[in-house]
């Protein structure tokens, strides 16, 4: 069974930076899908990056793009998302997916079927 564990969440003020974690155990194989969603009140969930595990292709949705930055350590089956420049707008719950099917290119937009519990992230002004 595939776990996804974040950490890394907390508040900052605007302008800080933040590194989440997504810790992945039950499957050790690369060429898969992760990704980085997060989710404000009110609004709909948004993709923010994505990474081919193994690989180097990545994925930023415009709003995050330039600020920030998902990596991967394959030997700890962690994927990382580098938060810098933030905004009180970057304020969510950043959950961490994996679609397991096999992929040459990743983007939010896959089904991805295992999810982590989320970790928020507060963005003062």
């Known amino acids: 069974q595939v776990q996804l564990v974040e950490s890394g969440g907390g508040s900052v003020q605007a302008g800080g930076s933040l590194r989440l974690s997504c810790a992945a155990s039950?499957?050790?194989?690369?060429?898969?899908?992760m990704a980085w969603f997060r989710q404000a009140p009110g609004k709909e969930r948004e993709g923010v990056a994505a990474?081919?595990?193994?690989?180097?292709?990545?994925y930023y949705a415009n709003s995050v793009k330039a600020r920030f930055t998902i990596s991967q350590d394959n030997a700890k089956n962690t994927v990382y998302l580098q938060m810098s420049s933030l905004k009180p707008e970057d304020t969510a719950v950043y959950y961490c997916?994996?679609?397991?099917?096999?992929?040459?290119?990743?983007?939010?937009?896959?089904?991805?079927?295992?999810w982590g519990q989320g970790t928020q992230v507060t963005v003062s002004s």
């Open positions: 997916a994996a679609d397991l099917r096999p992929a040459f290119f990743c983007t939010p937009d896959r089904s991805y079927n295992y």
């Open positions: 039950g499957y050790t194989r690369s060429g898969y899908c």
């Open positions: 990474v081919l595990t193994g690989g180097g292709s990545t």
